[in-house]
């Protein structure tokens, strides 16, 4: 069965300060991944996707960059925290066989910027 | 571009009722839809999916759906609800050629005993 494992849980972070959140897939070989942002009881924005090993797409601009240094795992960072930034990140996959299936989402990371 | 709308920020529903979540969309070419439920806390799990056939989709739990070309919607509906249903539920949207998920803006389920 796959699994998707996202850390840290929560952060709480200073402004201008560096982040790296993680977000690892296990079971399922070459998956599409994204990364999400949810404000305080608000809708997902998509932030980036990725199909393959080494390439990552942008959806926004937040001041936000993300890679995927292997297959199976997918890193969301940022040299310096703005207030912004706080909200719940929602890492997920899909089987990659199209752009049209559902998503397996993680349980998510809360961000607190102070 | 794709759009989703969902018009209820939350909805009221009284335990053993029936409930219907609206959505509407917009998109380029075939949509694909979903509906995901998210419990507090944690990230999203999906209700049920829509691909072109059948316009009226099943999904966990006695949720179904139904999709309507000439409304461009796709509300959620369940003929009793009950008090563990208490959740926020996003309608989303994506189309073939591309990998971008729109989501609604969520509606907020408040079951009363």
């Known amino acids: 069965a796959q699994t998707i494992h996202q850390w840290p849980v929560a952060e709480i972070k200073a402004v201008g300060s560096p982040l790296s959140l993680g977000c690892t897939i296990k079971?399922?070989?070459?998956?599409?991944l994204y990364w999400y942002w949810q404000a305080t009881g608000g809708t997902l924005q998509q932030l980036f996707y990725s199909i393959t090993v080494g390439q990552v797409e942008s959806v926004v601009q937040l001041n936000l960059s993300a890679s995927r240094p292997k297959d199976d795992q997918f890193i969301l960072s940022t040299e310096k925290l703005l207030l912004s930034h706080s909200g719940f990140y929602l890492c997920?996959?899909?089987?990659?066989?199209?752009?049209?299936?559902?998503?397996?989402f993680g349980h998510g990371t809360k961000l607190s910027v102070l | 571009a794709q759009s989703v709308t969902q018009p209820d920020a939350r909805v009221t529903v009284s335990e053993g009722a029936s409930l219907q979540l609206r959505c509407k969309y917009s998109y380029f070419g075939t949509p694909y839809l979903f509906w995901y439920v998210q419990y507090p806390r944690q990230g999203l799990q999906l209700l049920l999916k829509?691909?072109?056939?059948?316009?009226v989709v099943q999904g966990v739990n006695g949720f179904e759906a139904e999709f309507s070309k000439s409304n461009s919607s796709f509300h959620l509906r369940k003929a009793s609800v009950h008090w563990s249903d208490w959740a926020v539920y996003f309608c989303?949207?994506?189309?073939?050629?591309?990998?971008?998920?729109?989501f609604g803006s969520g509606t907020r389920l408040l079951v009363s005993p």
């Open positions: 989303a949207v994506t189309s073939t050629g591309g990998y971008k998920v729109v």
């Open positions: 829509y691909y072109p056939g059948d316009p």
């Open positions: 079971g399922k070989s070459s998956p599409n």
């Open positions: 997920a996959w899909s089987p990659g066989e199209g752009s049209n299936e559902r998503l397996f």
